[in-house]
């Protein structure tokens, strides 16, 4: 059964084609007023206006059918026009490219026969503009968001928020890069233009018609496990496309690495076994490059490599690869016999997730600055909670996994989840390996409005193996907003609470997990 054919299974499409639900948009002048991100404030002077749209497509992904997807389109109604990429191919996009400081408005569209949200995954924003799924639009609405970007330089995403339907949603296409430049990472004249490359990996599963099949919404046991497990699917995509291929010149390349998949992580290294050499992580650059054996990426997770081509003969293929990982459970291993077709993911030898050909010109290379980013110094010591942190732990009741015993409800915040603006806290989640058959999960945990640090990991007697086959590939030097937590694993977090009040989430970036309830709301109080 495919993508939309679920959908409709499931009660969320209409019986209106494409072309009458483009018709049923609004016009700007129709938005209704008087909620928030309802209509345009005209106090607010943005430097970028967009419109976004969020619609049914059908992009040829393999050679026969075309296939059915839902994907964000987008096009500049004032600013730099240059500041929008809407890929050519693939379904995912568009790429938005701003300074730090720049003042965005987008009228999001949402042309889905679903309720959608768009959430700016990493970026400081307003409470109302971060995309909380009690902001939902319905099919035919329209929502505005305005915000200053605020960040430092780094590769954050966008993609949709809605609860229950996340994991349905962001599957069928809908992801974007949001990539932000400063003037202290101009200053390093590192690769750009051509040479500085996106890549969203993502698993997917296709019928054998070229459609998406989506396991989390089928009935019986492979859709339980799927929502229990998380989604794993046998196909792997780079940019919304199989067997990624770029073709580089022999200089320097930057690429921005995005785990976009539901459940399943990434184990990257080079096959020659060359080191990664890591220059930025969620948050943006790190202080200084560093090596490593592979890099471990989790759901949402994002990591910055530099590759210098120019030291690689002329005509060779280097290709990325994911390294299997042993450990049956959600995300960590090749495929779990149910997820359609045989595939590449499914098999217990490295995956090719990009190849790339090295052209026959001239060498050209740049050595990469040893310093790249100023850090103040992390502030511990004026964190109200360091002697006892505020803890988190993964719990599970009625085969629905929870944090501390609860699930999420839209509006709901216990004392315990209020923070105080302008405070420094530490936080700290807690994955115990001891229930039963979900026992042994990792879980990538995010949370919204702040960008956090992690100051510790501590390794349970109880840790299940899979740990030691991915902690040397743990990016934790640098700033993040998502994190992964292994089985018998705690890891605390220093972040501060110093931009915006508000209700904003936290959760597992497991989709289906979150989709099953494993999220909750927290207060920034001023």
Not at 153 to 182: C, N
Not at 244 to 271: C, D, H, M, T
Not at 315 to 336: K, T
Not at 422 to 441: D, I, K, P, Q, R
Request: glycine share 10%.
């Amino acid at each position: 059964m495919n993508f939309l054919k679920q959908a409709e299974r499931r009660r969320f499409l209409s019986v209106v084609g494409t072309a009458a639900l483009l018709g049923a948009v609004p016009s700007l002048a129709q938005t209704r007023k008087g909620t928030p991100g309802a209509s345009a404030s005209s106090s607010f002077k943005p430097d970028l206006e967009l419109e976004l749209r969020a619609e049914p497509a059908l992009v040829p992904i393999w050679p026969g059918p075309p296939t059915s997807v839902w994907r964000y389109r987008a096009n500049v109604l004032k600013g730099d026009v240059q500041a929008v990429t809407n890929p050519a191919s693939g379904y995912l996009g568009p790429i938005i490219r701003v300074h730090s400081g720049t003042r965005v408005r987008i009228h999001f569209v949402n042309q889905l026969p679903q309720p959608s949200v768009v959430h700016w995954h990493g970026l400081i924003v307003p409470e109302d503009m971060d995309g909380h799924p009690r902001h939902a639009v319905p099919p035919g609405g329209r929502y505005v968001y305005e915000f200053e970007v605020r960040n430092r330089a780094g590769t954050y995403w966008f993609h949709p928020h809605p609860h229950q339907l996340t994991g349905m949603q962001v599957y069928g296409g809908l992801a974007g890069m949001f990539i932000v430049t400063d003037d202290e990472e101009r200053a390093l004249n590192l690769p750009d233009g051509e040479r500085d490359v996106p890549v969203v990996i993502q698993d997917r599963s296709f019928t054998p018609d070229n459609q998406l099949r989506y396991i989390g919404n089928e009935p019986g046991m492979s859709g339980m496990m799927a929502r229990m497990m998380g989604f794993l699917g046998d196909q792997i995509l780079v940019n919304g496309r199989p067997n990624f291929a770029l073709e580089v010149e022999r200089k320097p390349y930057r690429l921005r690495l995005l785990n976009g998949s539901n459940s399943r992580i990434y184990k990257l290294a080079w096959q020659d076994g060359r080191p990664m050499t890591v220059i930025g992580s969620d948050g943006g650059l790190l202080e200084a490059p560093t090596q490593k054996p592979y890099v471990t990426l989790a759901p949402a997770e994002r990591v910055e490599i530099w590759v210098d081509f120019s030291s690689r003969a002329a005509g060779e293929d280097l290709s990325l690869l994911s390294f299997p990982l042993s450990q049956p459970q959600a995300g960590m291993m090749g495929g779990m016999g149910m997820m359609g077709r045989s595939g590449p993911a499914t098999s217990r030898r490295p995956i090719t997730v990009l190849r790339a050909r090295i052209g026959r010109g001239t060498a050209v290379p740049q050595s990469l600055p040893s310093k790249l980013a100023t850090f103040s110094p992390l502030p511990m010591k004026n964190a109200i909670n360091q002697a006892s942190p505020r803890v988190f732990r993964v719990t599970m009741g009625h085969m629905r996994l929870g944090l501390n015993g609860r699930v999420f409800e839209m509006q709901d915040v216990a004392r315990d989840e209020v923070v105080r603006l302008g405070t420094t806290e530490v936080w700290e989640f807690v994955n115990e390996a001891s229930m039963g058959m979900m026992g042994g999960m990792p879980h990538p945990m995010h949370v919204h409005g702040v960008q956090f640090r992690v100051v510790g990991r501590q390794v349970l007697p109880n840790a299940m193996a899979g740990w030691r086959e991915v902690n040397e590939g743990f990016v934790d030097e640098g700033w993040k907003d998502t994190v992964l937590v292994m089985s018998g694993e705690r890891v605390r977090l220093l972040m501060q609470f110093s931009d915006y009040s508000g209700m904003f989430l936290y959760h597992c970036h497991n989709l289906e997990h979150e989709d099953m309830g494993m999220m909750r709301n927290f207060l920034i109080r001023a």
